[in-house]
T-cell receptor, first 112, second 116 residues
Framework: GEDVEQSLFLSVREGDSSVINCTYT??????LYWYKQEPGAGLQLLTY?????DMKQDQRLTVLLNKKDKHLSLRIADTQTGDSAIYFC????????????FGPGTSLSVIP | DARVTQTPRHKVTEMGQEVTMRCQPI?????VFWYRQTMMQGLELLAY????????DSGMPKDRFSAEMPDATLATLKIQPSEPRDSAVYFC??????????????FGPGTRLTVL
């Protein structure tokens, strides 16, 4: 199937690290994405990782990719209240075109 | 600051009425996506256009929904007749199809539709 799975909710205290996990299905995905959706807004690309990488760091964000287990994670260091949002994992699936499949989203709540 | 724009931002209508949602993709982008987001179903792809041609509308209920791109600067999604179960937030996104990170989709702010 084309299911991308994520846990639906995560709650952390301000200043702690958040880790959002995702499992995907297509081992041939060339890119994997993390999108962020703030309340009342559309999705916004947060970061992406190329499939031949196992880690990518971008300021407070660290993406880890385990291709063998088809597992992707997003770590947010020093989580702030402004990080409260829904985070979507997405993979590319080869159909008649490169179709992006989004996960259900993980709602991150940051407790002050 | 290039953005995808969508109109209207909010729409309340009665069951049976026609609803038209509009999207202006980012200038120069050649792909347009329509998504529907609900609490129960999450984000569902309704339609995908590349160079104004519909490539995937498998997620769209054909009996009442239709999507078009009259020109490169306008995409429309119509529901006729609307039903209460169509209540959702409808997102338009645009991008460039090149097989790389630039396949990033840029989302509009969404149209929140309520059908009474």
């Amino acid at each position: 199937g084309e299911d991308v799975e994520q846990s639906l909710f995560l709650s952390v205290r301000e200043g702690d690290s958040s880790v959002i996990n995702c499992t995907y299905t297509d081992s041939s995905s060339t890119y994997l994405y993390w999108y962020k959706q703030e309340p009342g807004a559309g999705l916004q690309l947060l970061t992406y990782i190329f499939s031949n990488m196992d880690m990518k760091q971008d300021q407070r964000l660290t993406v880890l990719l385990n291709k063998k287990d088809k597992h992707l994670s997003l770590r947010i260091a020093d989580t702030q209240t402004g990080d409260s949002a829904i985070y979507f994992c997405a993979e590319i699936v080869k159909t008649s075109y490169d179709k992006v499949i989004f996960g259900p989203g993980t709602s991150l709540s940051v407790i002050p | 600051d290039a953005r995808v724009t969508q109109t209207p931002r909010h729409k309340v209508t009665e069951m049976g009425q026609e609803v038209t949602m509009r999207c202006q993709p980012i200038l120069g982008h050649n792909t347009v996506f329509w998504y529907r987001q609900t609490m129960m179903q999450g984000l569902e792809l309704l339609a995908y256009f590349r160079n104004r041609a519909p490539l995937d509308d498998s997620g769209m209920p054909k009996d009442r929904f239709s999507a078009e791109m009259p020109d490169a600067t306008l995409a429309t999604l119509k529901i006729q007749p609307s039903e209460p179960r169509d209540s959702a937030v409808y997102f338009c996104a645009s991008g460039l199809a090149s097989g790389g990170p630039s396949d990033t989709q840029y989302f509009g702010p969404g149209t929140r539709l309520t059908v009474l």
